[in-house]
C-alpha cells in the first residue's frame, strides 16, 4: 500500500536563490512583487527526490490533496484575483472569471483521470485477463502564459500532480506574483516537498528544465515561436512527452445573418476581450462582400465603446493595457506596415498614455494587402478581409500556418457542417466567441499551434503511460506446432 498524505510532510525544501526577479504593473508601471530566481538544478533535483514515494500514494489520497488545494485557493481568491488584475492588466471581473474558471478546472481533472486514465480489465476463462492501468511519467515540467497565469498552470499542474507525477511549474515571469501565490496555495493543502517546485525566472530557466535529461515531459503554453525552440530541444528525446500549446491566428467567418448587431458584439469579444492577449482571439475576420459595409460599421460602433482602463478603473473597463511597452509598440508598428501595405485603416489603434501600454482597439481591412503576412499578432487588432463566396471564406480561414480556433457567424446549418468539415483547427464555433471557454473538452490546435496532444480535459493523457498487460493468476501454458517427440 502507498503513503497516506500525513506520510509526507509538507514543509519546503530550501532551494538556492540567484537573482532577484521583479513584476511590473503594466496598468501603473509600479513594482508589485519582488522575489529570486530559482535554482534550477535544485528544483529538479527536489522533484526527482520526491516522486517515488509521491507515485506510490493512493489516488484518493492525491485526489483528496487536489481538493484541499482546491479549498485553499478558493480561500484567497480575492487577493489572488486582485494580484492577477494587477499583473497582467486585466479588468479585476475577468481576473475573478478566470479563477472560477480555475476552480472547475481542478474538478473536471478527477473526472477526467476517472474517465481517461482509469483501469480496465477484460476477462477470459482461458486465456486470462488483459488489463490496461496508467503510470506516471515522473518529473513533468509545465510551463505557462502570462496570459492566463492561474487557469493555465493549474489545468496542467493537477491533471499530471493527480496521475502521480512531481511538478516543477514554471510561471511566466511577468506572472511571477500569480505562480508564487499558487505554490504556497500547494504548500498549504499538504502536498509533500519536492512534490510542487516552484521555479522562477525568465525564458533562460524554462530553457534548462526542457534541457535537462532528468525531465520526462514538458506541458508548455506559449507563443507558436518559443514552441518550437522546445520541440527543436527535444527532438532527441522521443522518449519524453511533449506537449505543446501553442498560439494562433484564429480566422472568424461572418455570413449571412440578418443579425447584426448580434454579430458584432461576437466579433468584439472575440477579438478583443483581454485585450486581444488569448491565443484564441479572433485575429482575422472574413465577411462577405454583400454585408461587409453594415457588420463593419456596427462593430466600430460598438469598438468605439469600448472602455479602456485599469482594473479597478470605474466606470468598469471591458479592457486593460498590453503587458508591455515592447507589446505595445510591435502592434502599432505592425498596424502602420499593414496601413503602408494597402490596408485601409476602420478604426485606427492609438497609443493612450505616454508612459503606459494602453493601445485602442484597432480595425483594419487588408483585404488588398498582398502576401498578408501569417503572424499571430498578440493584441487588441482586428484584420479584416472581404470575400465573394462561401468558398472563398473558407479557403481564407484556411490561409494560415496555424490551426488553434475558427469561428463562423451566421450561416445556414449545412454551410456550418461544411465549415465544421474543411476548416482546419482544434477548436471551431459556431454563433459563439472565438474565446468561449469549453469545460470537459479538448484544447489544442494543429499546424503551428500545437503538436497534437491537447491540453484541457485530455491534459491527462500527457501525464500518465498506459500499460498493457496480459494476465493469468496461476501459470498455464502450452505448444501445439514445432516441436519434435521427446528423445
Not at 215 to 237: D, N
Not at 289 to 303: I, Q, T
Not at 320 to 330: E, F, L, W
Request: net charge neutral; hydrophobic share 45%.
Amino acid at each position: 500500500m502507498g503513503a497516506l498524505i500525513g506520510d509526507m510532510k509538507p514543509e519546503t525544501i530550501p532551494l538556492p536563490r540567484s537573482e532577484e526577479i521583479v513584476s511590473i504593473a503594466p496598468a501603473t508601471g509600479e513594482a508589485i512583487w519582488h522575489g529570486h530566481t530559482t535554482d534550477v538544478a535544485g528544483a529538479i533535483a527536489a522533484a526527482r527526490a520526491a516522486w517515488p514515494r509521491w507515485a506510490a500514494m493512493p489516488l484518493a489520497n492525491r485526489v483528496e490533496l487536489a481538493r484541499r488545494f482546491s479549498n485553499e485557493l478558493r480561500r484567497v481568491s480575492p487577493s489572488l484575483a486582485t494580484t492577477c488584475a494587477a499583473e497582467t492588466g486585466k479588468p479585476l471581473w475577468e481576473a475573478h472569471k478566470e479563477i472560477e474558471n480555475a476552480l472547475a478546472r481542478i474538478d473536471q481533472a478527477t473526472k477526467a483521470h476517472a474517465e481517461r486514465a482509469s483501469q480496465r480489465k477484460h476477462d477470459s476463462a482461458l486465456l486470462g485477463a488483459t488489463a490496461v492501468r496508467h503510470k506516471p511519467l515522473g518529473v513533468i515540467a509545465v510551463i505557462s502564459p502570462f496570459c492566463q497565469p492561474v487557469e493555465s498552470p493549474i489545468s496542467q499542474c493537477i491533471p499530471a500532480l493527480i496521475a502521480g507525477n512531481t511538478v516543477l511549474f514554471k510561471p511566466s515571469e511577468r506572472a511571477s506574483a500569480c505562480g508564487s501565490l499558487i505554490a504556497e496555495c500547494a504548500t498549504r493543502a499538504g502536498y509533500p516537498a519536492g512534490v510542487v517546485n516552484l521555479v522562477l525566472g525568465d525564458g533562460t530557466a524554462g530553457a534548462a528544465l526542457v534541457a535537462d535529461g532528468n525531465i520526462h515531459g514538458v506541458l508548455f503554453t506559449g507563443s507558436s515561436h518559443v514552441g518550437q525552440m522546445v520541440a527543436r530541444r527535444m527532438a532527441a528525446r522521443p522518449d519524453r512527452l511533449m506537449s505543446l500549446n501553442l498560439g494562433g491566428n484564429t480566422p472568424l467567418v461572418v455570413w449571412d445573418t440578418p443579425l447584426i448587431e448580434d454579430a458584432a458584439v461576437l466579433v468584439v469579444q472575440s477579438a478583443f476581450a483581454c485585450a486581444g492577449q488569448r491565443a484564441t482571439a479572433a485575429r482575422r475576420l472574413i465577411v462577405a462582400d454583400a454585408m461587409a459595409e453594415p457588420l463593419l460599421a456596427a462593430v466600430k460602433r460598438l469598438a468605439d465603446r469600448i472602455i479602456v482602463g485599469a482594473p479597478d478603473a470605474e466606470p468598469v473597463p471591458f479592457m486593460g493595457p498590453v503587458i508591455s511597452h515592447d507589446a505595445a509598440d510591435g502592434l502599432t508598428q505592425s498596424f502602420i506596415w499593414l496601413m503602408s501595405h494597402g490596408g485601409r485603416p476602420i478604426k485606427h489603434m492609438q497609443r493612450l498614455h505616454d508612459r503606459l501600454p494602453f493601445v485602442s482597439p484597432a480595425i483594419i481591412d487588408v483585404t488588398d494587402v498582398a502576401d498578408r503576412p501569417d503572424v499571430e499578432l498578440y493584441g487588441p487588432l482586428l484584420q479584416v478581409v472581404r470575400v465573394a463566396d462561401f468558398d472563398a471564406a473558407i479557403a481564407e480561414a484556411n490561409a494560415t500556418q496555424y490551426g488553434l480556433a475558427a469561428g463562423l457567424i451566421g450561416g445556414s446549418p449545412q454551410e456550418y457542417n461544411r465549415f465544421w468539415s474543411h476548416v482546419r483547427a482544434g477548436a471551431i464555433h459556431w454563433n459563439r466567441p472565438t474565446t468561449t471557454d469549453l469545460p470537459m473538452a479538448p484544447l489544442g490546435g494543429l499546424g503551428l499551434s500545437g503538436n497534437l496532444r491537447p491540453g484541457g480535459y485530455y491534459t491527462v493523457d500527457g501525464c500518465a503511460v498506459p500499460v498493457a498487460s496480459a494476465e493469468m493468476e496461476q501459470p498455464r501454458a502450452g505448444i501445439g506446432a514445432g516441436f519434435g517427440p521427446e528423445v
